[in-house]
């Protein structure tokens, strides 16, 4: 069982940046590739980015590319995902998450192989 802890989002003015963390409960989910999600209300949860446990690996959703961007502190055990140029349609319920067939080198963007998630944090971008 993997814990993941969330912290940063809140509210910014479109153009503005935030970043946020997520930190395994354990030094095990140190091992495992992290994912970011997000879920606007009335929406499905869509896929951000992902990146594997020792950060030579990484997948975008495309359309992000260049404005999100996810990192890995291995000392600090947490993932970041660095947040710039945000939009109003950036607002959202923001998760990170992780599952047990993401060790090493495998990511993925399918939800399905995500077991464990954060608690969620909420991104409010102001027009």
């Known amino acids: 069982q993997v814990h993941l802890v969330q912290s940063g989002g809140g509210l910014v003015q479109t153009g503005g940046s935030l970043r946020l963390s997520c930190a395994p409960s354990?030094?095990?989910?140190?091992?495992?590739?992290i994912g970011w999600f997000r879920q606007a209300p009335g929406k499905g949860r869509e896929f951000l980015a992902t990146?594997?446990?020792?950060?030579?690996?990484?997948l975008y959703e495309n359309s992000l590319k260049g404005r999100f961007t996810i990192s890995r502190d291995s000392a600090q055990n947490t993932v970041y995902l660095q947040m710039d140029s945000l939009k109003p349609e950036d607002t959202a319920v923001y998760y990170c998450?992780?599952?047990?067939?993401?060790?090493?080198?495998?990511?993925?963007?399918?939800?399905?192989?995500?077991?464990?998630w954060g608690q969620g944090t909420q991104v409010t971008v102001s027009s």
């Open positions: 998450a992780t599952g047990k067939k993401l060790a090493f080198y495998y990511l993925t963007r399918d939800l399905a192989d995500y077991d464990y």
């Open positions: 354990t030094r095990t989910g140190s091992r495992y590739a």
């Open positions: 990146i594997n446990w020792d950060s030579t690996k990484t």
